[in-house]
């Protein structure tokens, strides 16, 4: 990945690496060879996913990469990195919840809607979306924070800051 340039005197407090770390993500195509960008882009990726739309909307818009990686490995780098920043009850709602949605979401996407047992998978996928998307959002915005800080500590390895 091509780093973005920023100019420094851009990055005058926490708030605009954050934003500069959010636009870096927004043209970040995923994935690259370099590990460590990807494990950046996961992250990130979840939290504005999460956010905008809860666990369905982070299917419908990763559930290519998330297949082509493989359900087991998505987790496991996802709570991997939600600990690296000090965010580990993310990662327990995750383990707890993950796996379990992405199986119903495959079966639902891949039902008949004129099959019976489709409205139970339906019903059954949306009650655990509400219990993971409850979780999740009774935590309020802790997972921002950590992002934050975390972006504020790693910013110079995904920018390219220039005078």
Known sequence: MMKIKVKRSHLQNSDDIWN???SVYGEYDFPTKDEKL??????FNYFCEIESGGHECLFNWFSKDIE????QTYLNRLTKMLRKVGAPEYAKIEMNYLEELWRLFLAVESSGSE?????????????LIEKADGEYRNL???LSERLSIYATAIYTEVLEIVE
């Open 20 to 22: 500069a770390i959010l």
């Open 38 to 43: 990807n494990d950046f882009f996961i992250l």
């Open 68 to 71: 082509e990686m493989g359900i």
């Open 115 to 127: 099959e019976s047992h489709s409205e139970n998978l339906v019903a059954e996928f949306y009650m």
């Open 140 to 142: 309020g915005d802790k």
